[in-house]
T-cell receptor, first 114, second 117 residues
Framework: GIQVEQSPPDLILQEGANSTLRCNFSDSVNNLQWFHQNPWGQLINLFYIPSGTKQNGRLSATTVATERYSLLYISSSQTTDSGVYFC????????????????FGKGTKLSVIP | DTEVTQTPKHLVMGMTNKKSLKCEQHMGHRAMYWYKQKAKKPPELMFV???????INESVPSRFSPECPNSSLLNLHLHALQPEDSALYLC????????????????FGPGTRLTVT
């Protein structure tokens, strides 16, 4: 199956700092999503970004599908940004159809300290 | 509205009990999913329903039995579980093309935290 690697596994930031999280994947994908899992377990959609660049407030993401990686940028971090960030990909089938199977990376655990 | 709801939030059950987890969405999505997440691990796909038909079963033990009674509801029936089945169970949904050939962004519910004693 498709391999998804996230780095770094753990990250500690001072409030106000910027950070970049990386997601590498081993095959072409139909779907790539970034999630933030809060301490209560809720997976919050950040970006649906199989290719290109998107921005939402202090967060932005870039996926370079041809090079099989995606980056999540967090600027001016806040304590509420703490939690685990997951990258998840859906491999495309040989026919070009979707496989419906999201494979998650192991996540980056972010701790933002005041 | 991008809300997926799940009930109950917490469930404690013995190994001989039968219980059900429920998931509901009103976004008109025709693909629905069950995931299992153990502590400090990523979610793992269990089942996928496409247009109310089971399309993917990731070799899940038969003590987990999914059901999709209509396009808005998804159930997971639990019977004779083991303590190692204790986990966070997440439901998700997504749009899907009528041909079923392409799926879109998945939206997750808050999960049911299950403890098997």
């Amino acid at each position: 199956g498709i391999q998804v690697e996230q780095s770094p596994p753990d990250l500690i930031l001072q409030e106000g700092a910027n950070s970049t999280l990386r997601c590498n994947f081993s095959d072409s994908v139909n779907n790539l999503q970034w999630f933030h899992q809060n301490p209560w377990g809720q997976l919050i959609n950040l970006f649906y970004i199989p290719s290109g660049t998107k921005q939402n407030g202090r967060l932005s993401a870039t996926t370079v599908a041809t090079e099989r990686y995606s980056l999540l940028y967090i600027s001016s971090s806040q304590t509420t940004d703490s939690g685990v960030y997951f990258c998840a990909v859906e491999r495309g089938l040989d026919s070009g159809a979707g496989s419906y199977q999201l494979t998650f990376g192991k996540g980056t655990k972010l701790s933002v300290i005041p | 509205d991008t809300e997926v709801t799940q009930t109950p939030k917490h469930l404690v059950m013995g190994m001989t009990n039968k219980k059900s987890l429920k998931c509901e969405q009103h976004m008109g999505h025709r693909a629905m999913y069950w995931y299992k997440q153990k502590a400090k691990k990523p979610p793992e796909l269990m089942f996928v329903y496409s247009y109310e038909k089971l399309s993917i079963n990731e070799s899940v033990p038969s003590r987990f039995s999914p059901e999709c009674p209509n396009s808005s509801l998804l159930n997971l029936h639990l019977h004779a579980l083991q303590p190692e089945d204790s986990a966070l169970y997440l439901c998700a949904s997504s749009r899907q093309t009528p041909s079923g050939s392409y799926s879109y962004e998945q939206y997750f519910g808050p999960g049911t935290r299950l403890t098997v004693t």
